[in-house]
């Protein structure tokens, strides 16, 4: 039986055009966050089963790909649960294996620290636009800044590559998990529901407010509950500036907000107005959730209109370390959408700045070998002025080869014949 030459379902192959996208996207990325002071980092593919089954991955945790036990240590017949048969799992974000990465080496770095770590991630999930089963993740966290000087840094920094990138009118949608567990609380939910209360208010923007409306009520939730719940969405629906929406929640919640709540979310939106270097809209949104259960504080989202879809999120996880040490560390972090962006710029027909001219220097096939050492000599003397160029051998049909050349960005050719 012949192999199969297509990859596996969900996963692609990446083609020249699209890999010279990608690559320039994480040269930005890169470039730009070293200069906000991050650190690049590497972490292993696979985990431990447990750590990334801890309940703190929300819907992901479901998706993962777990790994079989090997050799003697596998034995199917006799397993009765799935530890007995699986001990590893591919990662499914970057935010579970740097918290166990700060926890076995935090006496090596400074505090905070500011982490950059670019990697694939592998969950098994839907394919569908934009969306892999794997999939590059490109995230910055801050860890051991306790302050809400981590969620400007993360903010200013994300949209200021986006920028570099081309991007503009795009909105970082911004709530926080205490304003949301507030809430709830006026509204006369139990604490223990705040969970599903949450899953379901995160589908508003898919079922809009009639659709919560009747989720919650199917759950079996307390009607008067629900619409006491639902009025301060309608209250709040105008309210996308920041700093008027919180002060406005905080009027109407000043039993159950705390006020530092309130400063802070308007602290972060004031310092990152004043530092934005992009064209940006920072917009409060309190239906925003994050599907990730380790949220603790700040959440924020990409969104960009010409995807109709978020485009990156993160937020503050300040409990996750404390998982694995016993001692929390305040943790704050944001994700690109790396994988979104590079569809985005390719179907806008991107195409990559070069900083030379690229040149192809066609070699006839009778050529000498003294030759083609007089070629290479003055190919590199080329490449060290500067010049992206191309060494092959020339074709019978030139002119097509011309084309596909010129169709790669070649813009000049130096032909050299055996003559």
Known sequence: ?????????????????EMEIRDYVTSVIKDTYRKFGFTPIETPCMENISNLSSK????NEKLIFKVLKRGEKLNVAEAKEESDVVDFGMRYDLTVPLSRYYSNHANELPTPFKALQIGSVW???????GRYRQFTQCDIDILGEPSNLAEIELITATTTTIGRLGFEDFEIRINERRILKAMAAYSGFEEKDYDEIFIILDKMDKIGLDGVQKEL????????????????????????????????????????????????MTEIATAVEAAKTAKFKLVFDPTLVRG??????????????????????????????????????PACGFSIGFERIVLLLMEQGFKVPTTGKKVAYLVEKK????????????A???????????????NKNKKFQKEQLMQQGYEEFVEFFAR
């Open 217 to 264: 009520i199917e759950c079996g939730y307390n009607q008067e509950s629900v619409e006491k719940y639902l009025q301060l969405f309608t209250l709040l629906e105008d309210k996308k500036d920041v700093v008027e929406g919180v002060k406005l929640l905080k009027e109407k919640l000043a039993d159950y907000l705390e006020d530092e709540v309130a400063t802070s």
């Open 123 to 129: 969950r098994a999930d839907r394919p569908q636009r």
């Open 380 to 394: 590199k003397e080329a490449r060290e002025e500067g010049q992206q160029v191309l060494v092959v051998r020339m």
């Open 367 to 378: 050529c000498s070998a003294e030759k083609v050492v007089e070629v290479m000599k003055q």
């Open 1 to 17: 039986m012949a192999l199969s030459k297509k990859p596996v379902t969900g996963m692609k192959d990446i083609l020249p055009d």
């Open 292 to 329: 990730m259960s380790y949220y603790t504080g700040t959440i924020f989202e990409i969104a960009m209109p010409s995807l109709g879809a978020a485009c990156g999120g993160g937020g503050r996880y300040d409990k996750m370390i404390g998982k694995f040490t016993g001692h929390d560390v």
């Open 56 to 59: 703190q991955g929300g819907e």
